[in-house]
């Protein structure tokens, strides 16, 4: 039986990977040429306009992990496509790729209704990303549904993540290079190749022992943050939940 903070570590890779892959999907490159965005203006203004119209700044207090120059750049280069726009097209492109990629799983009606009380209930402090999506409308079709809520939760645990990081002292770029191995949209990814996704000028520093230690922690206490959020699961669910995100991320 999982109690919650086990069900917050055995979900976190596939709803990090179903959550996001939406993110780098030919359904996001699509939308990209049909708005005339760059891949990396379409991902800010629609990942991050649900914090509505405001300055670059804004978005990179909540963007940590990316440099402020990189940020910058690529909200205001967007700027064509209005926010709420965007989070329109953007939300579209997440359940597209659901169906797409979960379309003939029947397993997605179940992972929606574990979802959505975890979501409903969770407290959005500390994650203004993961409150702005969850005010998104769902889809009601089960497999967009379902991805949607694993964006929703996917959100909350990058904001918490990142809250710890910082609380260690760990600056964005050390903390990136400092993960051995990362849960990202496209599957697990060395530190260095997620710093260079990230748009991290090069060279980097060599992560010391003390970065690797200090970062695992951060990794651990993000776990420990989240497992509250799955308190409304009970055992059985939370294992049917472990389950049926475990077979969803095989397909």
């Given amino acids: 039986m999982a109690d919650p903070r086990t069900t917050a570590v055995q979900v976190k890779a596939p709803i990090g990977q179903l959550g996001g892959g939406f993110m780098i999907s030919r359904e996001a490159k699509a939308a990209c040429e049909e708005h005339g965005l760059g891949p990396r203006e379409f991902y800010f203004r629609g990942r991050c306009g649900v914090l509505g119209e405001c300055d670059a700044d804004v978005v990179h207090?909540?963007?940590?992990?990316?440099?402020?120059e990189h940020v910058e750049e690529s909200w205001n280069g967007g700027r064509k496509l209005a926010?709420?726009?965007?989070?329109?097209?953007?939300?579209?492109?997440?359940?597209?790729?659901?169906?797409?990629?979960?379309?003939?799983?029947?397993?997605?009606?179940?992972i929606a209704e574990l979802l959505e009380p975890v979501v409903a209930a969770a407290s959005s402090v500390g994650a203004p990303l993961f409150a702005g999506w969850r005010a998104v409308?769902?889809?009601?079709d089960p497999p967009a549904r379902a991805v949607q809520l694993m964006h929703c939760v996917r959100e909350l645990r990058g904001g918490l993540h990142a809250n710890v990081v910082l609380a260690a002292g760990l600056h964005p770029l050390e903390a990136t290079l400092a993960a051995e191995h990362d849960t990202t949209p496209f599957g697990q990814a060395t530190g260095t190749q997620i710093a260079q996704f990230f748009s991290w000028p090069?060279?980097?520093?060599?992560?010391?022992?003390e970065l690797v230690a200090r970062r695992a922690e951060a990794e651990e206490r993000t776990d420990d943050l989240m497992a509250p959020i799955f308190s409304v699961l009970d055992d059985n669910e939370s294992d049917e939940l472990i389950g049926l995100l475990r077979f969803g991320h095989a397909r």
């Fill in 61 to 68: 207090s909540i963007a940590v992990f990316f440099p402020r």
């Fill in 83 to 110: 926010a709420d726009r965007a989070v329109e097209i953007y939300a579209e492109v997440c359940r597209d790729w659901g169906r797409r990629k979960l379309g003939g799983y029947d397993g997605c009606a179940r």
């Fill in 137 to 140: 409308p769902l889809a009601d």
């Fill in 202 to 209: 090069e060279p980097y520093p060599e992560p010391t022992p």
